[in-house]
T-cell receptor, first 112, second 114 residues
Framework: QQPVQSPQAVILREGEDAVINCSSS?????VHWYRQKHGEAPVFLMI?????EQKGHEKISASFNEKKQQSSLYLTASQLSYSGTYFC?????????????FGKGTRLSVIA | DAGVIQSPRHEVTEMGQEVTLRCKPI?????LFWYRQTMMRGLELLIY????????DSGMPEDRFSAKMPNASFSTLKIQPSEPRDSAVYFC????????????FGQGTRLTVV
């Protein structure tokens, strides 16, 4: 089932922080975060594998709360380069090497 | 490695024509996925292959869509006959067999059916 992302869109000024949420109705085995810039392919940011585990990427970090079946992506001190659409992709328990099911994305615009 | 390579990058065709999209996955990757992206539906999985074998094609919208992977380095997605509602960006992605590794996406094919 497709995960639900919120918000659908957000506008930030440089230096501001943002949080993007990804929720599933089923227990999650892993959450993958991607960023896509306009006209380009989605680019991998990070994978979260364990409940409560946080992994960082530059000033972008994420948490995965297994009990809540939710992951949140944190963008701190945003930069213009962070603009794009962020997608979460999820896998269910014991799904092995199966495809990611992506949310509809969150469009982030960072302005000067 | 040059990454996942898709061709053509852009395709404009008339309704009713056959369209073939091509994908070369990263060498050594065992899984290949075809996704379709639209504003309304986001990234939808169409079909995926493991070791060149189609595993799940339940996302293929209609019988007009077909996909093949004759060898580990090449896959095609064919639409015959094409319709305006097929207009979208089609992405191919590949990943290694190891569980929970990242998927690498190609640059996509923007298809416009007029």
């Amino acid at each position: 089932q497709q995960p639900v992302q919120s918000p659908q869109a957000v506008i930030l000024r440089e230096g501001e922080d943002a949080v993007i949420n990804c929720s599933s109705s089923k227990a999650l085995y892993s959450v993958h975060w991607y960023r896509q810039k306009h006209g380009e392919a989605p680019v991998f940011l990070m994978i979260l594998l364990k409940g409560g585990e946080q992994k960082g990427h530059e000033k972008i970090s994420a948490s995965f709360n297994e009990k809540k079946q939710q992951s949140s992506l944190y963008l701190t001190a945003s930069q213009l380069s962070y603009s794009g659409t962020y997608f979460c992709g999820t896998k269910d328990w014991n799904s092995g090497n199966t495809p990611l099911v992506f949310g509809k994305g969150t469009r982030l615009s960072v302005i000067a | 490695d040059a990454g996942v390579i898709q061709s053509p990058r852009h395709e404009v065709t008339e309704m009713g024509q056959e369209v073939t999209l091509r994908c070369k996955p990263i060498s050594g990757h065992n899984s290949l996925f075809w996704y379709r992206q639209t504003m309304m539906r986001g990234l939808e999985l169409l079909i995926y292959f493991n070791n060149n074998v189609p595993i799940d094609d339940s996302g293929m919208p209609e019988d007009r869509f077909s996909a093949k992977m004759p060898n580990a380095s090449f896959s095609t997605l064919k639409i015959q006959p094409s319709e305006p509602r097929d207009s979208a960006v089609y992405f191919c992605a590949s990943t290694s067999w190891r569980v929970n590794t990242e998927a690498f996406f190609g640059q996509g094919t923007r298809l416009t059916v007029v």
